[in-house]
């Protein structure tokens, strides 16, 4: 699915998050104050974006980040964007699997995750993986959509998302199930609460969590 809808997947979260998609990841590399001397994981990295951001933003920047994502068509297209942008020697990706990621014990300082998390089929183990890499003291990073907590707010968002967001997508990405999954996707996802919980019980010591534009989205940031 995600192979099928790559070469309209950066056009499409544009248009359906008004541009505020971009908002959210530069406050992500943000609070994962980064000096321009660290290594990074970009778990479900996608096209890279949030790789790109974490290499170029004006918030702090990495010295080096390595994307990881199961999907190579994602993969092909965000190397042709890093290639584009002469980035090549600060962005590697690989493909991968967020349940075993393909790095060392302790050898990142951060790690990062962009509406990826849901869709891993054993959150609680790519949990422990992002533990198993970070160094003493790394910082994970993770944005993911959310149920809006003021009743009104939720109850158009979801019109929203069960209506509105599949019709679109569908028109654009021409495939009939990907933006129909994205909603269930959400509703399915732990509670912040909750999934705060389990980082904790799968190798974080600390976790904060902040709700952004309603609550649509959440930024979690934890700390081993």
């Given at each position: 699915?995600?192979?099928?809808?790559?070469?309209?997947?950066?056009?499409?979260?544009?248009?359906?998050?008004?541009?505020?998609?971009?908002?959210?990841?530069?406050?992500?590399?943000?609070?994962?104050?980064?000096?321009?001397?660290?290594?990074?994981?970009?778990?479900?990295?996608?096209?890279?974006?949030?790789?790109?951001?974490?290499?170029?933003?004006?918030?702090?920047?990495?010295?080096?980040?390595?994307?990881?994502?199961?999907?190579?068509?994602?993969?092909?297209?965000?190397?042709?964007?890093?290639?584009?942008?002469g980035l090549a020697?600060?962005?590697?990706?690989?493909?991968?699997?967020?349940?075993?990621?393909?790095?060392?014990?302790?050898?990142?300082?951060?790690?990062?995750?962009?509406?990826?998390?849901?869709?891993?089929?054993?959150?609680?183990?790519?949990?422990?993986?992002?533990?198993?890499?970070?160094?003493?003291?790394?910082?994970?990073?993770?944005?993911?959509?959310?149920?809006?907590?003021?009743?009104?707010?939720?109850?158009?968002?979801?019109?929203?998302?069960?209506?509105?967001?599949?019709?679109?997508?569908?028109?654009?990405?021409?495939?009939?199930?990907?933006?129909?999954y994205l909603p269930?996707?959400?509703?399915?996802?732990?509670?912040?609460?909750?999934?705060?919980?389990?980082l904790k019980q799968?190798?974080?010591?600390?976790?904060?969590?902040?709700?952004?534009?309603?609550?649509?989205?959440?930024?979690?940031?934890?700390?081993?």
């Amino acid at each position: 699915m995600f192979d099928a809808i790559a070469r309209r997947y950066d056009r499409l979260n544009l248009l359906l998050s008004a541009g505020i998609d971009r908002r959210w990841r530069r406050r992500a590399i943000r609070e994962l104050g980064l000096t321009g001397r660290e290594r990074v994981l970009d778990m479900c990295t996608g096209t890279g974006d949030l790789a790109i951001e974490a290499v170029r933003s004006p918030y702090g920047r990495a010295a080096m980040v390595v994307g990881v994502d199961f999907a190579g068509e994602m993969l092909r297209l965000g190397l042709l964007k890093v290639r584009q942008l002469g980035l090549a020697r600060q962005i590697v990706l690989a493909r991968g699997d967020a349940t075993s990621v393909p790095l060392p014990d302790a050898s990142v300082e951060a790690a990062m995750v962009a509406f990826g998390i849901r869709n891993v089929v054993d959150p609680a183990k790519a949990a422990r993986e992002f533990a198993r890499v970070l160094k003493p003291g790394g910082q994970l990073a993770v944005l993911e959509f959310g149920q809006p907590p003021n009743p009104v707010i939720r109850a158009f968002y979801g019109w929203y998302s069960r209506v509105v967001l599949p019709r679109i997508g569908r028109l654009i990405s021409q495939h009939s199930d990907a933006y129909s999954y994205l909603p269930a996707s959400v509703e399915q996802f732990p509670s912040p609460d909750a999934f705060a919980a389990m980082l904790k019980q799968n190798g974080f010591s600390t976790v904060r969590y902040v709700p952004m534009t309603f609550g649509v989205v959440y930024l979690y940031v934890a700390r081993i």
